[in-house]
């Protein structure tokens, strides 16, 4: 870490390593550094961030080029002093909703989020963590419903913007009493219902916050129709979430029973709920 730093031309006198996972952070002088083991998605990360700051959006702000080294690569942002209170639903949804209105654009291709998704998959797989069958299931699922969110985003009635692609509260941290983007590493342009997703998932999958998706809509700050993608979106996006756990399952225990979990949802449709790791 400290060698990427100096070809990043940062200070790297004390590295602290403050969240452990599959994609590391780390603390040091002033600034964030997350290991990737993906150059490319590292390099997307880190252009994201800056259109981002160019839209004038409150995210994790880029301070220098990622540094390859070895088989995996750094990415550098600011160290942001966020506040002690943890955010709300309704913050996240406020975070969004300045999102999309600073960052509209046309619907074009929904395959950036899709590959980035893949390649968790591929990593997890990498890494021996997964077994031929988990592969075939999820790499299968995600082939036959991000089918379908191609053919139906460009109708999203929220229309097409940057979509932050995993906006819970865990990837939303508090500044001055605003809300901040965090954990770019799904971000792309795409419909913005995909944002609301995951308040429908705290609600539908984890059963802890029954009150997210309301408080979400409170906060986003104009209307969120129903309408039937949204049920399409839901799904890719709990394909996401199982292959996220597929990627921390040899953390602990803990883990290791969460990825059962969710992988049985698929096989057996287990109604058990999802746990928040």
């Known amino acids: 870490m400290r060698r990427a730093a100096a070809e990043a031309g940062l200070g790297a006198d004390d590295v602290e390593l403050f969240r452990a996972s599959s994609a590391p952070l ?6 964030v550094a997350r290991l990737c083991e993906d150059g490319d998605a590292a390099d997307h990360e880190h252009w994201i961030g800056v259109e981002l700051e160019r839209a004038g959006v409150a995210a994790a702000r880029p301070v220098a080029p990622p540094v390859h080294v070895g088989d995996s690569c750094v ?10 209170e943890p955010p709300t639903w309704h913050d996240v949804g406020l975070a969004a909703g300045r999102l999309h209105r600073a960052t509209t654009t046309s619907p ?3 395959e950036p989020l899709l590959d980035s998704i893949r390649a968790r998959l591929d990593n997890a797989t990498e890494r021996g963590l997964t077994d031929p069958s988990e592969v075939q299931l999820l790499g299968g699922l995600l082939d036959e419903h991000g089918t379908r969110l191609a053919v139906i985003a460009g109708e999203d009635p929220l229309g ?3 979509s932050h692609g995993d906006l819970h509260p865990g990837n939303v941290i508090m500044a001055g009493g605003e809300p901040v983007l965090v954990d770019l590493e799904l971000t792309h342009p795409g419909p913005c219902s995909y944002d609301v997703v995951p308040a429908m998932v705290a609600v539908d999958r984890y059963g802890k916050v029954p009150t997210a998706l309301d408080e979400f809509r409170v906060g986003y700050g104009t209307p969120i129709p129903d309408w039937p993608g949204l049920a399409v979106m839901q799904t890719v996006y709990e394909v996401w979430l199982t292959i996220w756990s597929l990627t921390a399952r040899d953390s602990s225990a803990l883990h290791e029973r969460e990825a059962t979990v969710r992988l049985r949802h698929w096989t057996h449709d287990d109604p058990t709920p999802w746990s928040l790791l």
């Open 160 to 162: 097409w913007a940057i």
């Open 26 to 31: 780390y603390r040091l002088a002033g600034h």
């Open 108 to 110: 074009w291709t929904i």
């Open 75 to 84: 990415v550098f942002s600011a160290w942001i002093d966020h506040d002690p």
